[in-house]
């Protein structure tokens, strides 16, 4: 690199940097192509003195610093003497003495080696917690290490330091950190006693939050991004959420669901809370790969010692392994598989968050499948731009920090969440993200054996129903897939003198355009409801052809079943018209909001 100082004296250097955000010397390999520390790459965001050009360097000189060139020597010379005190350790090392080399290095790098995993862990004194190392890279870092030597290492000589390393390694597992202990950079703190404790390698540490605590709670800018997207009343489920996710167990037994349509604020919270756990501790799956019809037994491991998992937009096949969620959420151990390493046992607590605009339907229709889910509802719609989250204050997540470590022993304290919810408003919940095709039939029709409704009718209506709630319009091979789960037979016959598909086994409680005109009460009018308040079906039109009705519906009851109506750009009476002469099917115009 090339830098100029204020004495304009011309200073190169290619084999290390100082980062001042990490405080540490940087080698070659520990930099990124554009110079960003690979240690700490979301706080590398230039600001230096002037644009460097050099690979290697990681903001050497930093604008706040105003590093000159005299300090920039003194760095130089602490590089050497850090070279130094190892070349002091390292030549003694005889390339044969397996084990005790094993200890040497042990001391200046704290690691151990899990023999059910078959794997190394390594202490990253960095970053304050220990990383997940396979053999191939422990080998390349014996390599680098005793390469330095001057001596030729064979294959057969690395072979024998790995088996050494294993062996030794396998005696220094250090003890479990205690799950009472929220890790935040290099402090943890108890949110039994509120006592904080430095972090050391003697302890088992994976998971640091990459903030400090804040002085404050103050959290005006995240405040009103919550409130925006899913309301004052749901603001305290985010907030007690992002604790939850800190918290290395699995007390509260639910599934995460961010719900909602595009443009709405759900992958922005993702990358708020993500930014806030840091990278290290969150990954990402699909639904199907862990539960689906294309699961990967290797996919679990990627939620192993993880603080949360998040699912993107899931497919609609059908659910068929719910069993693996339960667990995963359950407090249950669970099977853990590395490719080309080993296979073992253990519970998982990486917090499962899944943002989509449906979920797929599933075969598990026990209570036990239902309380498992908490679904948060992102309703908003806004404009296209910028990531927002880009622009909160990094002051915000060190207060929200704080905010946390109040948070959570009140929230496990409480054993569930603000806006929870009984099993029961769980169940619909679920149903109605994922197939509410069971509530449309429970309300809008009759099941019986002799019943009927032609196919293309009943599509329509189903998917104008599903449009006027706000939920994804499913095509009509996904509907005919429906509708054989719900036991109902779709096939071409004659009914009433006409050959055409027929799903038989219901029919509509009546025609929903002349029980009700949305239109009307759209407009917050009571003159139908009371028209309608004491009539029976039978009574409306031949058209329904119910001799006996079981049910009384009035416009009244809809509105309590379905939610509040909300009015949208209406469409034309004639244009109404011309359609019912097209196809003579129903359509409804308006929108139903769910609540």
């Known amino acids: 690199m090339e830098e100029s100082s204020n004495t304009n004296k011309e ?90 080399n094993a200890q040497t290095f042990w001391e200046l790098n704290p690691y151990f080696y899990d023999d059910e995993m078959k794997i190394f862990w390594m202490w990253d004194a960095d970053n304050f917690k220990y990383n997940m190392i396979t053999e191939k890279k422990m080998m390349c870092i014996f390599d680098d290490i005793l390469g330095l030597q001057g001596q030729t290492v064979s294959s057969g000589i690395k072979n024998n330091h790995l088996e050494a390393f294993s062996r030794y390694g396998i005696k220094k597992r250090p003890k479990e950190a205690p799950v009472k202990w929220v890790q935040f950079k290099d402090k943890a703190f108890s949110i039994e006693s509120g006592k904080i404790y430095d972090v050391k390698p003697n302890y088992f540490f994976t998971n640091p939050i990459p903030f400090e605590i804040g002085e404050s709670e103050e959290t005006p800018f995240m405040d009103k991004l919550f409130k925006d997207w899913v309301g004052e009343k749901e603001l305290k489920d985010l907030y007690e959420f992002i604790a939850y996710c800190c918290y290395r167990d699995y007390p509260i037994q639910l ?91 253990d519970f998982n607590y990486s917090k499962v968050i899944i943002a989509s605009n449906s979920l797929p339907s599933s075969e598990d229709t026990s209570e036990g499948f239902y309380r498992r889910w908490h679904i948060i509802d992102f309703p908003n719609e806004f404009p296209e731009g910028k990531d927002i989250s880009l622009n909160v204050p990094e002051q915000e997540f060190r207060n929200l920090a704080r905010k946390v470590t109040n948070i959570l022993p009140k929230l496990l304290e409480k054993g569930s969440f603000s806006n929870q919810g009984s099993i029961e408003e769980r169940k619909r919940k679920y149903i109605m993200a994922s197939n509410p095709l069971p509530y449309f039939i429970e309300q809008y029709c009759y099941v019986k054996p002799d019943g009927h409704i032609r196919y293309s009718k009943f599509y329509k209506l189903y ?91 009035s416009a009244e009851e809809l509105i309590q079943d379905i939610g509040t109506l909300e009015k949208e750009p209406e469409i034309s009476e004639e244009m109404l018209e011309e ?17």
């Open 463 to 553: 998917t104008q129903f599903l449009k006027s709630i706000k939920r994804r319009i499913v095509s009509k091979k996904e509907f005919s897939r429906i509708l054989i789960a719900e036991s109902l037979e779709n096939r071409r016959t004659s009914k009433d003198g006409e050959i055409d598909y027929f799903v038989e086994g219901v029919e509509l409680k009546e025609d929903l355009l002349d029980l009700l005109d949305f239109k009307k009460i759209a407009t917050g009018k009571t003159e139908y409801i009371d028209k309608c308040k004491n009539t029976e079906i039978g009574e409306i039109g031949e058209k329904s052809k119910i001799d006996k009705p079981q049910h009384i519906v």
């Open 255 to 345: 599934l995460f669901c961010l719900y909602g349509h595009g443009r709405n604020g759900k992958s922005t919270f993702i990358n708020i809370v993500d930014k806030f756990l840091g990278a290290g501790n969150t990954c990402t799956t699909d639904l199907d790969m862990i539960a689906g019809r294309n699961k990967n037994r290797f996919e679990t491991i990627r939620l192993y010692k993880k603080l949360a998992c998040f699912m993107g937009e899931t497919n609609f096949n059908i659910l068929e392994n719910s069993s693996i969620l339960k667990k995963l959420v359950g407090g249950d151990k669970i099977g853990f598989e590395i490719k080309g390493g080993g296979l073992f046992d």
């Open 11 to 100: 200073i190169t250097f290619i084999d290390y940097a100082y980062c001042f955000n990490c405080k540490h010397f940087k080698e070659d390999n520990a930099l990124r192509e554009d110079g960003v520390c690979l240690a700490r790459p979301e706080i590398a965001k230039g600001g230096g003195n002037k644009e460097v050009s050099c690979n290697t360097t990681c903001y050497l000189f930093d604008a706040e610093t105003k590093l000159t060139i005299e300090d920039y020597y003194l760095l130089k010379n602490k590089k050497k003497e850090v070279e130094k005190e190892k070349s002091s350790v390292l030549p003694t090392l005889n390339i044969t003495n397996y084990m005790e």
């Open 579 to 595: 359609q019912l002469k097209n196809d003579g099917e129903w359509i409804i115009t308006t929108t139903l909001k769910w609540h």
